[in-house]
């Protein structure tokens, strides 16, 4: 029989843990439903590792684009919507990446790449660790979806 190795934390779950979070699959943070800045926060500090510093980075992005962007959790995930319009944006945490989906992604211009026909009009971006964040290219996808009436649950 042979000994299993203790398995190390990963850089950010440590963060996690202190807030009380809990890493759910792929380490997407687990955040109540809830409106406003603060759970959205919440969520990017519990988001593990380089993932953590690339959703203060969207955020900032979002924020500087839509100034009077409507802030939300749902389902695990950061909204991004504009009040009265429903929302334009989400981004979730997988194991290798974060990805960025833009619920009306087909009438955006470049289209970005993620999505197959059973998609409907959602297509997003896999942003990996290596890629780095093209803050020009997401500020103007940002800026269109915002413009666009947006999805409305």
Known sequence: MTARKA????????????SGVV???????QIAKADGDA????????????????????????VRTVPDVRKAVRWNSPFYGVEGHGWFLSFHVLTKYVKVTFFDG??????????????????WIDIYEDDGLD???????????????????
């Open 106 to 123: 087909l009438s955006l211009r470049p289209i970005p790449p993620g999505g197959t026909e059973k998609s409907g009009q959602s297509r």
């Open 39 to 62: 759970p959205v926060q919440a969520y990017i500090a519990a988001m593990p590792g380089w993932k953590s510093d690339l959703g203060r980075r969207l955020d900032a992005v979002i």
């Open 7 to 18: 398995k190390t934390p990963k850089a950010g779950s440590e963060a996690a843990a202190r």
């Open 135 to 153: 803050e020009d290219r997401m500020a103007a996808w940002v800026k269109q979806a915002a413009a666009l009436p947006g999805w409305v649950p």
């Open 23 to 29: 890493l759910l699959s792929g380490g997407n943070p």
